[in-house]
């Protein structure tokens, strides 16, 4: 499983959702949704800033994190939202070892 950040701003009748239920409902059923598509849930925090929300999940592929997307951001209860593949300092190393062929522009 590959570990996603996804972050994301609530729109006014999604934030009046957050105040209804309270930040442990919305954590709840966040770990419910990922847990639906095969994923682990690790951690859902509440922002100030340009975000609202951080959730933190081992996902089982790009299909998976796709259709979360797509069922959260459907539901008009954000008005942003943005899924970022996290990479473990053992997975940069990989990175760091393979070689790459690459032109910059213009050379």
């Known amino acids: 499983m590959s570990k ?15 105040l209804k239920e309270g930040g442990s409902g919305r954590a709840a059923a966040v770990e419910q949704l990922i847990s639906a598509v095969g994923g682990t ?3 859902l925090y509440f922002a100030f800033g340009s975000s609202d929300v ?6 089982p592929d790009n299909i ?3 259709a979360i997307a ?9 008005s942003s939202y943005q899924t970022v593949v996290l990479l473990t300092p053992a997975e940069m190393d990989e990175a760091a070892k393979k070689s790459v062929s690459y032109r910059a ?3």
Request: no cysteine.
């Open 70 to 78: 797509a069922a959260v951001g459907s539901s008009g209860a954000l």
């Open 4 to 18: 996603y950040m996804i972050t994301a701003s609530y729109s006014s009748e999604g934030i009046k959702g957050v």
């Open 41 to 43: 849930f690790e951690s």
């Open 64 to 66: 998976s994190a796709a």
């Open 105 to 107: 522009p213009g050379t």
């Open 54 to 59: 951080y959730v933190v999940a081992d996902l």
